[in-house]
């Protein structure tokens, strides 16, 4: 196993870049929306002896919130890394809650999806054993997931930069945001951030190690609805690949690791709705 104590010290980064260093010997198949081949992927969900699921922000646009580079993602018309960025966060917060204000803080009125929904049950039924999300929208959990990795925090929690032990719950911070304000704290202030990782920050250690551990344990893991290029979360498949396991990859666009995938596919809601017709 690679270091954890080195894979925490990574930072939040995207990276259009990024290349396998070796090849892996694996069967490329592509499908499509005409012609899913939905019941090889449950024959192996069902083999599997270790499933995991890593999700991105295209399992959320069935829900209606924007991706960053998905066909409509929020990079088409915002700045979304300037959004997220601890050091302009630290200028200038009110650029990020005036920008999140319209994703974030209306969560409440976002239902779970489709893939949402069977990840949930895949993980009742024990065949799901974790799933490792880059979401921030809390919507596995509105899906019925249990075991979830939220490894670029959740807005759950709101801190303060400077005063240990200040914290202010979503529905409260979101009240304040809505209402056109920005949490503060109470003690000195400052303007509350929430507990999502800004790029630029380390992600969560705790997090990211449940991520990487349950990724090499994974002999099969679902990949879905993420570009792959936010690091180090774009790096779990290949944790697993490492260890012998195989990756399926749910994408409309092309990933980096599209030719290590067993099976791909491209459209979420087609893949799970056939699906839940199984399970
Ligand atoms: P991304 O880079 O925007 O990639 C999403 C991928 O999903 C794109 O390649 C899309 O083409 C694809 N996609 C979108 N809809 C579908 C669909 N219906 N079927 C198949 N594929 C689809 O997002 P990543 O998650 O890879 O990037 C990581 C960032 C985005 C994380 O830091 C997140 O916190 C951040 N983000 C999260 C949310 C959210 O929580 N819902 C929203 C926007 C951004």
């Known amino acids: 196993m690679t270091g954890i104590s080195e894979e925490s010290k990574w930072k939040y980064s995207a990276s259009e870049n990024y290349r396998l260093n070796e090849p892996f010997p694996i069967i490329i198949r592509s499908m499509n929306k005409e012609n899913p081949q939905i019941a090889e992927l449950f024959d192996l969900i069902k083999q599997a002896k270790h499933l995991v699921a890593l999700t991105g922000a295209g399992v959320s646009t069935l829900s209606g919130i924007r991706d960053f580079r998905g066909k409509n993602g929020l990079y088409n018309d915002m700045d979304a890394e300037k959004i997220f960025d601890i050091n302009y966060f630290e200028e200038d917060p009110s650029f990020y809650y005036s920008q999140a204000g319209s994703f974030i803080y209306n969560l409440d009125e976002k239902e779970a999806s489709i893939v949402h929904i069977v990840l949930g049950e895949l993980e009742k039924l024990g065949f799901l054993k974790a799933l490792i999300t880059q979401n921030i929208d809390l919507l596995h959990q509105k899906?019925?997931?249990?075991?979830?990795?939220?490894?670029?925090?959740?807005?759950?929690?709101?801190?303060?930069?400077?005063?240990?032990?200040?914290?202010?719950?979503?529905?409260?911070?979101?009240?304040?945001?809505?209402?056109?304000?920005?949490?503060?704290?109470?003690?000195?202030?400052?303007?509350?951030?929430?507990?999502?990782?800004?790029?630029?920050?380390?992600?969560?250690?705790?997090?990211?190690?449940?991520?990487?551990?349950?990724?090499?344990?994974?002999?099969?893991?679902?990949?879905?609805?993420?570009?792959?290029?936010?690091?180090?979360?774009?790096?779990?498949?290949?944790?697993?690949?490492?260890?012998?396991?195989?990756?399926?990859?749910?994408?409309?666009?092309?990933?980096?690791?599209?030719?290590?995938?067993?099976?791909?596919?491209?459209?979420?809601e087609s893949v799970f709705e056939e699906l839940k017709k199984l399970i």
Do not use: W
């Not at 551990?213 to 936010?230: A, F, N, P």
């Not at 774009?234 to 690791?257: D, H, Q, W």
């Open 143 to 268: 899906g019925g997931s249990k075991n979830v990795i939220e490894i670029h925090g959740s807005p759950v929690t709101h801190y303060c930069m400077r005063c240990a032990g200040i914290r202010v719950g979503y529905e409260e911070a979101a009240a304040v945001v809505k209402s056109g304000g920005m949490p503060k704290c109470p003690k000195c202030r400052r303007v509350l951030k929430p507990a999502i990782t800004f790029f630029g920050e380390s992600l969560p250690a705790q997090a990211l190690k449940d991520a990487v551990t349950e990724s090499q344990k994974s002999d099969l893991m679902l990949v879905l609805g993420t570009s792959l290029t936010v690091f180090p979360a774009a790096g779990m498949p290949e944790y697993t690949l490492r260890n012998s396991g195989k990756i399926v990859i749910v994408n409309n666009m092309p990933t980096p690791l599209d030719r290590s995938a067993f099976l791909h596919f491209d459209d979420l």
